[in-house]
């Protein structure tokens, strides 16, 4: 009975889906105002069937329903529990219908916490992300259903879940990665609502904002615990390999970031309103230009799902009909957009426009780094890879101006600065960044290595003009500032955090490759590694061996350490389990490679220093962005919108 409940599901839920699409915005152009107020019950009950259909795929995953094709495929009667549900989003059908119910969850938040807006604005907004549901669903039922059985050869035990997704990473990193791809519908919905209603303004801005924030947020924390998982589960030591599928979740981030700071200009200075909605428009159209790019078949990565080409097609025809309609009615709309406030050459709003076209072409380079192998290859002209060499030579250069701009930006005034009050901001800052990047970094390491004195001068500029920023505003207004300034701040410094992570890692990291017996000593750096002894490992689906090592610093204990080879008998696949010893300035790393002969592994010892703080710089910028989204000043936007929509009721 699961399949018959779950298909039932996803076919009410489409049936809401269509009826959410077309009755609300109907009743906008009629002015009817109940065929407006079905919005809110349709998006509540088309989450209700796909978080009933999400439910079904799960119970039938808790208890081995192999009678399911897609649970015979992915899961056994020997996988831990946490496994079995999490396996649930572990290929490509299951994906996608998580995608689809978080699409149903933002939808079902729009419809809640949007009572304060005006009733029309929300019907659009609902009816746009119907739309976007409909399309989705209807691809899980037509090429991607979960449900489909496997009558009369039912198993007895099932496939598996591939080795490699195992770990409880995959427990939170997809779904916030989703959170964060599908967040930007919503962006996207208040966008095309606008261009449709012709009320692009402070309000509109106002109302984007916490929504486009809350969606970065997730993304955020989506790349970043990918990052961490890749550096834990594959056992290459590495934090950012620049592939395609990495680089799909960045695009939408960098736009994503740039569409934040066009907000701000549009919600205060009433500038930058077509920008702002390009900025949406493509935001969530790179979303769906990741999920294209992961379930096309056209990728061969450990991230990558689908090799269905029917699926490709149908996602493909999908992103050029959003993108082509949003882009059609832009085109149709963008007279009606009239930008005010003019502003300086030397204003916050020249530095936050220079920001977003720094974003942009950061964008559009790592895009086409990655179409230009995809479309080399459909022209079967040969096979290449652009690997990290490009992405490193086009995107360094780019984030050296934007990392200048980002330490000034926030000590800007709007619309005009005497170059004399910016000079007063920042003379402090730039002698603190000189002497940090440039004298200490020399005299710390007792030689010139140009790519650390240009990553850490960086940091040490973004960091000291951002303190020096808070400490002057709260000499003149105090502490009470507001939590969107505070975010800011939290989110600024991140970056920095960020910026000294990578660079310090990526230069003084020291990989070994070495082929160890028990009893053998390996030295890294100032640290000394012994192979202690091999012991069988037993798990509840897998075997393996164990690998002791202790670990010396200058001669003296430091810690033991366990490095794992895993062997999954149904897959019949091995995976490296690392042995990590993690601290806040540097890492020891130890990834068990292939057995040799005479007792004999071959293994990499790492040496990391600061990787650290690659993730402690996005969960700052997470924190920040969390902090950004309490502001009060929301709940003010809210009050305002339901007095405007009280007063439009009125007249």
Sequence with gaps: MIPEFGNFALVVALCFAVTQAIIPLLGT???????????????????????????????????????????????????????????????????????????????????????????????????????????FILFIITTSNPFATLLPNIPLQGRDLNPLLQDPGLAIHPPMLYMGYVGFSVAFAFAIA?????????????????????????????????????????????????????????????????????????????????????????????????????????????????????????????????????????????????????????????????????????????????????????????????????????????????????????????????????????????????????????????HIHIMVIVGLTLAAWIIALTLIGLIQRIRQQGWRQSRNYYGMILAHLGVGVCIIGITVTSVYSIEKDVSMRPGNTAQVGQYQFTFMRTQPLIGPNYTGVTAVFTVKENGHYLTTLNAEKRLFPVQHMATTEAAIDAGLFRDLYISLGDPLRHGGWSLRLYYKPFVRWVWLGGLLMLFGGILALSDRRYKLAKRLATKTSSNQNVS
Aim: overall charge positive; hydrophobic content about 55%.
């Design 194 to 446: 606008a261009l449709l209603s012709g009320r692009l303004d402070a309000a509109w801005a106002r109302w984007s904002r916490p929504w486009t924030i809350a969606a970065w947020c997730f993304l955020t924390l989506g790349i970043t615990l990918g990052s961490w998982w890749s550096y834990r589960v594959l056992g290459w030591g590495g934090w950012w390999a620049w592939d395609p599928v990495e680089n799909a979740s960045f695009l939408p981030w960098l736009v994503g970031t740039a569409l934040m700071h066009s907000l701000i200009v549009c919600e205060k200075r009433n500038a930058f309103k077509g920008w702002t909605v390009l900025l949406a428009i493509m935001a969530f159209s790179l979303s769906l230009f990741g999920t294209f790019l992961v379930r096309s078949g056209i990728l061969t990565s450990v991230h990558a799902f689908a090799l269905d080409p029917t699926r490709g097609v149908y996602m493909l025809l999908f992103l050029l009909i959003v993108v082509g309609c949003s882009l059609t009615l832009y085109a149709f709309r963008a007279h009606r957009i009239h930008s005010g406030g003019q502003f300086n050459a030397l204003s916050r709003e020249t530095f936050l426009l220079s920001n977003n076209v720094l974003l942009f072409i950061m964008m559009t380079t790592i895009l086409l780094g990655t179409l230009y192998p995809l479309f080399i290859d459909a022209m079967h002209a040969g096979k290449i890879s652009v690997g990290p060499p490009y992405f490193n030579a086009v995107f360094i250069p780019l984030s050296i101006p934007l990392f200048i701009l980002l330490g000034i930006g926030p000590l800007m005034f709007w619309q005009k600065m005497p170059m004399k009050k910016i000079w007063q901001r920042i003379w402090l800052g730039l002698l603190i960044t000189l002497v940090i990047g440039v004298v200490i970094t020399v005299k710390i390491l007792g």
């Design 29 to 135: 152009y009629r002015g009817n105002r109940t065929w407006i107020q079905m919005a809110r019950p349709l998006a509540l009950g088309q989450f209700f069937f796909l978080l009933f259909a999400y439910a079904t795929l799960t119970y039938a995953f808790i208890n081995n329903d192999f009678f399911v094709a897609y649970v015979a495929a992915n899961s056994n009667t020997h996988l831990p529990l946490l496994y079995r549900i999490t396996a649930v989003w572990g290929a490509h059908e299951g994906s996608m219908l998580l995608w689809t119910t978080i699409l149903g969850v933002w939808t079902a938040a729009v419809a809640f916490f949007s009572r304060s807006l005006p009733e029309e604005t929300t019907a659009q907004v609902l009816a746009i992300l119907g739309l976007i549901s409909f399309g």
